[in-house]
């Protein structure tokens, strides 16, 4: 067993110094070569994309892995013939709101030990399935959020989500966090990569026939980088400008 998989939170293996390498490394690509990705890099990656941090482990993500050269030429005119598009793999990054029912049961049925403890079989067979239901029209979110409010007048409680619009919050920054990993999971490997929200979404559900509730948060453009990949050099606003220290 890998110590992922364990209970005990394992030692870093990585040194601050080849952190900051992998990550100043990365930047946003976008001139590729058409070297494909071996199907090996792309699942290594794809693994550590889903061992991100997410809610309540829920995993609200889905990943699509467009190899097909007729498919990414239809995604090239989807993202507006954009350069970023002409990646031999482009994965369509997923938010799932609409997953969280069965990930309560997978919870259960996938569970990494014999037994699975009460507590985990309560929390996810009571407790979250009522958090997470919005109910037709998100009636029940809207009766949820003035009941809440009542409550809370007593003591702190955790407010959402508790609509269909919070509930696709609550699914786009688990999946943004496991596209982050995915894309220095492919920089670790050697492969560039270009995270695209240059589309017409429209153009893009019919093409990739993605499901009606989930929401394609980015394209991720991924291939070897070539000559003039870099548009631009790194920019970042002063650390003072945005961090408060209290
Ligand atoms: C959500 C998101 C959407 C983006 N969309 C595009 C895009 O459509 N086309 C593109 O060329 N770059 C896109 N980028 C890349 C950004 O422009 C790039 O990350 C930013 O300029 C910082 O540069 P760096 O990633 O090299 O540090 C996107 C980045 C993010 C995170």
Not at 27 to 50: G, K, Q, T, Y
Not at 67 to 77: E, S, V
Not at 175 to 200: K, R, V
Not at 225 to 236: F, I, M
């Amino acid at each position: 067993m890998t110590s992922a998989a364990t209970n005990s939170a394992p030692a870093p293996a990585v040194s601050p110094a080849a952190l900051r390498e992998l990550i100043e490394s990365r930047r946003a690509i976008r001139r590729f070569s058409s070297e494909p990705v071996p199907e090996a890099v792309i699942r290594d990656c794809l693994e550590l994309a889903v061992l991100a941090p997410n809610s309540c482990n829920l995993q609200p993500w889905s990943f699509q892995v467009i190899r097909d050269p007729q498919l990414l030429g239809q995604l090239h005119g989807v993202c507006m013939q954009q350069n970023a598009a002409k990646a031999p793999l482009i994965i369509a990054v997923l938010a799932r709101p609409d997953t969280w029912r069965q990930a309560c049961a997978d919870v259960i049925h996938y569970w990494p030990e014999a037994e699975v403890p009460q507590r985990i079989r309560h929390f996810y067979s009571k407790t979250a399935p009522f958090q997470y239901n919005q109910g037709p029209f998100g009636l029940l979110g809207f009766c949820k959020r003035q009941l809440l409010r009542l409550a809370a007048l007593r003591k702190p409680l955790m407010r959402g989500p508790n609509s269909h619009g919070q509930m696709r919050l609550w699914a786009v920054k688990s999946t943004a966090l496991a596209a982050e990993n995915l894309m220095l999971g492919f920089q670790s490997h050697g492969y560039a990569s270009c995270p695209m929200e240059g589309f017409d979404e429209v153009r893009l559900r019919k093409v990739l026939k993605i499901p009606r509730h989930a929401l394609p948060i980015m394209l991720l453009a991924v291939g070897r980088a070539t000559d003039k990949g870099v548009y631009n050099p790194r920019l970042r606003f002063p650390l003072e400008q945005q961090v408060t220290w209290l």
